[in-house]
């Protein structure tokens, strides 16, 4: 199977060497995305931020034929655990259970960045043939 890079329009461009999602087969992988608005503007604050992210990596994934609902795992990147609630009350718009599994991490971020977030989807059963 090919692998196949996707990006939604009116998001930011990818700030590396990078795609924002990419699909091999049935599984598309979501790159992080963080609180930046399509102008390339940080937005201030975690509660201005993550609901920045969410819609750019679930455009990204749409792009690539996923949605919301097939998203089985997700990964939070945070800078500062005090910012954990009111991420979580902000992820809570965007899942609905059974909720994707989820990890969330504290890391140091580029400059400005409060939270960065990516995310696994199958939007396909696999379906495996057994030889007969």
Same mark, same amino acid.
């Given at each position: 199977?090919?692998?196949?890079?996707f $990006?939604?329009? /009116?998001? +930011?461009?990818?700030?590396?060497? =990078? $795609?924002?999602?990419?699909?091999?087969?049935?599984?598309?992988?979501?790159?992080?995305?963080?609180?930046? &608005?399509?102008? /390339?503007?940080?937005?201030?604050?975690?509660?201005?931020? &993550?609901?920045?992210?969410? +819609?750019?990596?679930?455009?990204?994934?749409?792009?690539?034929?996923?949605g919301?609902? #097939?998203?089985?795992?997700?990964?939070?990147?945070? &800078?500062?655990?005090?910012?954990?609630?009111?991420?979580?009350?902000?992820?809570?718009?965007?899942?609905?259970?059974?909720?994707?599994?989820?990890? &969330?991490? =504290?890391?140091?971020?580029?400059t400005?960045?409060?939270?960065?977030? #990516?995310?696994?989807?199958?939007?396909?059963?696999?379906?495996?043939?057994?030889?007969?």
């Amino acid at each position: 199977m090919a692998r196949q890079a996707f $990006s939604a329009p /009116g998001t +930011p461009p990818p700030a590396g060497p =990078y $795609s924002p999602a990419v699909r091999i087969g049935s599984i598309i992988a979501g790159s992080r995305q963080g609180g930046i &608005t399509p102008a /390339g503007e940080v937005l201030a604050g975690v509660v201005a931020q &993550t609901p920045q992210a969410f +819609p750019h990596l679930l455009a990204h994934l749409a792009s690539a034929g996923a949605g919301a609902q #097939d998203v089985i795992a997700v990964r939070v990147f945070l &800078t500062e655990v005090e910012h954990f609630a009111a991420m979580n009350e902000v992820y809570r718009e965007f899942f609905t259970e059974p909720y994707p599994a989820r990890s &969330t991490i =504290y890391v140091g971020l580029p400059t400005g960045l409060l939270v960065e977030i #990516d995310a696994l989807a199958v939007p396909e059963l696999l379906v495996f043939n057994k030889a007969d």
